[in-house]
């Protein structure tokens, strides 16, 4: 495929890439462009931004959690019907998973994707020192090709005039210039910026703000040349029926079951392609908020993912009727796959506050941060994980389970076990990327057939 694509990246956290990286998207598209929108990494936030500026899916590409070998296929799919794509780096360019030399980090899919690179510099504390910066950059590896700079928090005419000067001798054009902008400011918590969804307003108006910074100081034309500079990637777009089409159990014109997908301000923290692999697997999906709905009609499966229920743990547990239904159809032999959040309102309590009361166990926020990759080991066979089978995912939460009687864990991890599993309930703090294992939305699927009376 050709598609014309440009990697955001910077020299480190900080720089202001995410802001770059959106305004691109919005006055991209306010200049009549299709713009596919891509974090790299496990961010669930920063999608949901890309999402408001593109009007299209935000997605993640991330070779840690989905393989190597799926990056450049689940690009091509998210960039299907878009005539340019930006992809928005994480940390510093260069930086990957820990001492893995780079694994996973924005360079090492720019080289996946042979994607070109535009490197967003802070040169609110420096001058000609900003091209020292970038030629260190350049020369670090060779393979990476970066095709430009653009320039933010330059305080005035003459701070950008020493900094271009300094940028000049690498050879490296300036795309853009950007000035500090107050407007741009979007709140954020213990986990990052507040979700989009959360705030849709500000995070709207916040955009626009970026949106129209990046118009009046990036030369886009320049930035469409270089993004179709782009050589030609060889390789087919995932397609999530081809990824379920032997484990498919539903006949032709046969009834779909429901597998419901908790949604809102609470449930942000889920995948693109969590709900195409599901509906690829004969799934009906209904998405829902618990904060004020009751469980969809006919609910024969739930996925809980992730979010900030220790924000919302009072209004999560004043939808009563959620909780009963919950945990009666639990009872009841309902499948249920939950992941950190999911955990949480499957508990007794959060906070002091009533969950579901599904799981023997109690949350409540901490201050410490978990987070990180984790390679995990199947510690309990369920419906939807054989004992032994070893996956990678990711945690990133502040909170804890306390267990209030011995559980059948779900993972062995490094540092011990973690997790409740049951035969049809899989509940941990662990985020998983489904492309990497189809398998597990369609036995999830499946589970719901028999559930639902469905199944032969």
């Not at 059948?408 to 049809?424: H, K, M, S, T």
């Amino acid at each position: 495929m050709v598609i014309p694509r440009l990697v955001v990246a910077a020299p480190a956290s900080g720089a202001g890439k995410t802001t770059v990286a959106v305004g691109l998207m919005a006055a991209l598209r306010r200049a009549g462009h299709t713009v596919a929108g891509f974090k790299v990494g496990p961010d669930y936030i920063d999608p949901g931004f890309h999402a408001v500026a593109t009007g299209r899916p935000g997605r993640n590409l991330d070779p840690m959690l989905q393989g190597e070998e799926r990056v450049a296929p689940l690009f091509a799919h998210g960039a299907a019907g878009a005539d340019l794509a930006v992809v928005e780096g994480v940390m510093g360019l260069y930086d990957g998973a820990l001492g893995t030399e780079g694994y996973a980090s924005t360079a090492h899919v720019s080289k996946l994707l042979k994607a070109p690179v535009v490197l967003v510099v802070d040169a609110s504390a420096a001058g000609r020192s900003v091209g020292a910066v970038v030629n260190g950059f350049v020369a670090f590896d060779t393979e990476v090709r970066i095709v430009g700079v653009i320039l933010n928090k330059v305080g005035s005419d003459r701070h950008e005039a020493e900094v271009r000067a300094g940028v000049a001798p690498t050879g490296v054009p300036v795309l853009g210039v950007l000035r500090r902008d107050t407007r741009l400011t979007v709140p954020s918590r213990h986990l990052g910026l507040v979700p989009a969804n959360e705030q849709r307003e500000q995070a709207s108006a916040a955009v626009e703000a970026a949106a129209e910074l990046v118009r009046q100081g990036v030369d886009l034309e320049a930035f469409v040349a270089a993004a179709r500079a782009a050589t030609h990637l060889e390789t087919a777009a995932w397609d999530p029926t081809n990824e379920v089409a032997e484990a498919e159990a539903a006949e032709a014109g046969a009834r779909r079951p429901v597998v419901a997908v908790a949604g809102g301000p609470v449930f942000s923290f889920r995948y693109t392609e969590t709900a195409e692999l599901l509906v690829a697997a004969c799934a009906e999906v209904v998405t829902f908020d618990p904060l004020s709905d009751p469980l969809p009609e006919a609910t024969a499966a739930l996925y809980l993912g992730g979010g900030f229920p220790e924000l919302h743990a009072e209004a999560l547990s004043a939808n009563e009727k959620l909780r009963r239904q919950v945990a009666s159809e639990v009872a009841a032999g309902l499948p249920v796959i939950a992941e950190c959040a999911g955990l949480l309102y499957l508990s007794r309590e959060l906070d002091g506050h009533p969950m579901t009361g599904v799981l023997p166990a109690t949350g409540r926020m901490t201050g410490s941060l978990t987070l990180g990759y984790r390679t995990a080991i199947a510690a309990t066979t369920t419906a939807f994980f054989d004992e032994g089978r070893r996956v990678r995912g990711h945690e990133f939460h502040r909170t804890t389970v306390d267990l209030d009687t011995e559980v059948d864990p779900a993972w062995y991890l490094p540092g011990g076990v973690e997790g409740i599993a049951r035969p049809r309930v899989h509940a941990s703090y662990l985020h998983l990327h489904w492309t990497a294992m189809p398998d597990v939305p369609a036995r999830l699927v499946a589970a719901a057939r028999v559930h639902a009376g469905l199944a032969k």
